[in-house]
């Protein structure tokens, strides 16, 4: 077994997930950052100048000694209280649109970049056997 743990980790397969993970998790920064630091304060304006992600509905009665703030999702979170956080839901639905669309012009890139490559000139075995065969049409069938 141990032969074939190590004859796994050393494909080529396994090197590229971990590094795709690894920028996976660093591109998930970014659009975090960009999320919450730059697109959400616009929608959250247009809404009325809150911050959007403190959008939410108590479901329960915060604990007698909360000291927090009743409109601070985070402060009531961290307090236990129940909430409905409909407001940190839609930053995290545009987080996913906005990795799901880069992840779509990648995937849209590369496979034009492979057709690309495919539309190049045949080799010149594959040019053979094309002049083969379009010989072998001309010639009458007895």
């Known amino acids: 077994m141990l032969n074939e743990f190590k004859a796994f980790i050393n494909r080529g397969n396994v090197l590229d997930l971990a590094v795709a993970v690894i920028i996976g998790a660093a591109f998930g920064k970014i659009v975090s950052s960009l999320t919450d630091d730059l697109i959400m304060p616009v929608i959250g304006k247009l809404f ?10 108590m479901l329960g009665d915060p604990p007698a000694d909360f000291k927090g703030s009743l409109a601070s999702y985070a402060d009531l979170k961290a307090a236990g209280v129940p909430l409905l956080g409909y407001g940190q839901f839609i930053t995290v639905a545009v987080n996913f649109l906005i990795v799901a669309f880069v992840i779509f012009l990648l ?3 590369a496979n034009k970049a492979f057709h690309r490559a495919e539309d190049a ?6 040019v053979l056997l094309r002049e ?8 009458p069938i007895d």
């Open 107 to 109: 995937v849209r890139a």
């Open 48 to 57: 009325g100048g809150l911050d959007f992600a403190n959008y939410f509905i």
């Open 132 to 139: 083969i065969r379009d010989e072998l049409k001309k010639r």
């Open 121 to 126: 000139a045949d080799p010149a075995d594959v």
